[in-house]
């Protein structure tokens, strides 16, 4: 698949102003929010806009977490379902394709998010409305707006991109 086939995606159908590029969160990057997030076994992490489903991936491999991941763009979700089969993990993981405003977060232990400032703003709502108490939430490289953020992290790498995890708790 090329790249130029995923780089964009029209987030919301009927909008065509909110669009998200496909930029996926490094590995390290992904290990650390996990991390901070305190993963446990049997815990359920949804990934809202999961592209090619690596968040999942290590959240079901290295922390034995249950998880579901939500895409818009049906190549990546595609994708993403591939990598599980291929890895063997389809009892843990499973890919939803559809518009993640309209699914339903409420059973989530963690949420992860690699989302732009203003789809964030968008979902921030949602979260406070649909969320358990005590249910996690960790954004890569953007806060999300209205929450009060329980710890940030910055994570170097080379080059001159730093990596801000921002963890919140409901």
């Keep these: 698949m090329e790249y130029s086939e995923l780089n964009t995606t029209p987030f919301f159908k009927g909008l065509s102003v909110l669009w998200v590029p496909f930029l996926a ?6 290990r650390r929010m996990l991390a901070l997030a ?23 491999e290295e922390y034995g977490c249950r998880c579901i991941g939500v895409e818009i763009d049906e190549k990546l979700a595609e994708l993403a379902r591939k990598r599980v089969e291929e890895r063997g993990l389809s009892k843990s993981i499973e890919i939803f394709t559809g518009d993640l405003m309209n699914f339903d977060v ?8 690699y989302l732009t400032p203003a ?24 806060p999300i707006p209205e929450w009060r953020c329980i710890f940030k992290e910055n994570i170097r790498t080379r ?9 919140y708790r409901k």
């Design 38 to 60: 305190g993963a446990r076994p049997g815990e359920l992490v949804v990934d809202l806009g999961c592209g090619d489903g690596r968040i999942l991936l290590i959240a079901a």
């Design 106 to 113: 409420s059973q989530a232990d963690i949420v992860t998010v």
């Design 25 to 30: 969160t490094p590995v390290h990057v992904a």
């Design 159 to 167: 080059g001159y991109h730093v990596h801000r995890i921002y963890l």
């Design 119 to 142: 789809i964030l703003g968008k979902l921030s709502l949602k979260l406070k409305k649909e969320l358990k108490k005590g249910a996690r939430v960790v954004s890569h490289d953007y």
